[in-house]
């Protein structure tokens, strides 16, 4: 709990911006060119922080979900949790979408779009907050789960193939040539919310590879588990 409490204390109660979206990251960063702060989208506060003002759907799912979590430890009341998570929500209701998903990036500051590649993973993380977000505050499920259920990942899912594309470019208009195929992976929660949704099918779940190998880092593997039970996986992780 301690790791945790720092965590929501160090970095997610104050990074967040006014539209309550929270920053990529926050950082200490040698840079004396003023020109190269801005074009970066860097800023820095009084205490000498430098933060990084891109956000993404795997930011803001999280950030829902560690709102929840600091409601569910007692670090912060049930009422400042609702007025986070409603802020967030309201914001994402007027952010631009490609069939309902979040593009890659955004400025978290004036809400314009910085990359228009749509990612499978950043949506299966947004998806998956916003779940958690609705599940453990009930006041905001409702607007929680509509937003959920607006993103349709069929668009992402190759039916050749049998598995979620990387994602979209938007601004080509063409699919990712490359896949998700490997069980151990952070597209698991993508696979997850797009099979319960109806926009993939059931048997792509069987047909990940279990192999053991990762696609990706640490990270990758274990995320998922703060979602989902995992039967084995959870042994493995602690």
Same mark, same amino acid.
């Given at each position: ?15 967040? %911006? ?10 200490? *960063?040698?840079?004396?060119?003023? /020109?190269?702060?801005? !074009? ?9 922080? =430098? ?20 409601? %569910?430890?007692?670090? =912060? ?26 593009? !890659? ?13 749509? %990612? ?10 916003? =779940?958690?977000?609705? !599940?453990?505050?009930?006041?905001? +499920?409702?607007?929680? +789960?509509? *937003?959920? @259920? &607006? ?18 470019? &938007? ?9 998700? /195929? ?9 696979? *997850?919310? /797009? =099979? ?6 059931? @048997? ?8 053991? %190998? ?5 990270? @990758? ?18």
């Amino acid at each position: 709990e301690g790791a945790a409490k720092g965590t929501w204390r160090g970095f997610f109660e104050k990074h967040v %911006s006014e539209h309550g979206l929270p920053y990529d990251n926050a950082q200490w *960063l040698e840079t004396h060119d003023a /020109g190269e702060k801005h !074009n970066l989208g860097l800023e820095t506060l009084p205490d000498g922080t =430098i933060r990084y003002a891109p956000t993404s759907g795997t930011n803001i799912g999280y950030y829902l979900t560690a709102v929840a979590a600091a409601k %569910s430890f007692g670090w =912060i009341t049930e009422a400042e949790a609702v007025a986070r998570v409603r802020k967030t929500l309201q914001t994402l209701g007027q952010m631009e979408k490609w069939h309902g998903h979040l593009y !890659n990036f955004y400025d978290a500051r004036t809400l314009v779009v910085t990359s228009r590649f749509v %990612s499978t993973v950043d949506s299966g993380n947004l998806a998956a907050g916003l =779940i958690a977000a609705g !599940n453990l505050l009930p006041e905001i +499920r409702g607007e929680a +789960r509509a *937003l959920a @259920d &607006a993103m349709d990942f069929a668009p992402l899912y190759d039916q050749e193939k049998g598995l979620l594309r990387v994602g979209y470019h &938007a601004q080509l208009k063409v699919p990712d040539a490359h896949h998700y /195929g490997a069980y151990y992976s952070a597209a698991r929660l993508a696979y *997850l919310v /797009g =099979i319960a949704q109806g926009g993939v099918p059931a @048997d792509a779940w069987k047909r990940l590879d279990r192999s053991g %190998s990762l696609d990706g880092g640490a990270m @990758d593997h274990l995320a998922p588990l703060a979602f989902v039970a995992e039967p084995g996986l959870e042994d493995a992780a602690a």
